[in-house]
């Protein structure tokens, strides 16, 4: 009796996940800091207009600051800051 469609997706996911585990698990806090300081890079890069660092890019990141400004609270603090570094800005 051979396997359903179903069945050999479900396998295969199955299989995919312990691959994932087997190689991920090991680095996952390494994975997770380099994610981190990536992410911290990037919302300095486009924040960095705000703050008062000249930015070559501004006019490409501008259209960014609703997109990280969720995320701005966790940053500034991650990074030192215990108020918002942007002028008439609360983010909490």
Known sequence: ?????DEIKRRLEHAMELLREF???RHRGALARSRRDEDDLFMLLVLSE??????P?????????PLVMDRFHEWHLRMGMEHSP?????CC
């Open 23 to 25: 190689y991920e698990g």
């Open 57 to 65: 890019a501004s006019y490409y990141t501008l259209e960014l600051l």
């Open 86 to 90: 942007l002028d008439g800005f609360r």
């Open 50 to 55: 705000s703050m008062g660092i000249p930015n």
């Open 1 to 5: 009796m051979t396997p359903s469609r």
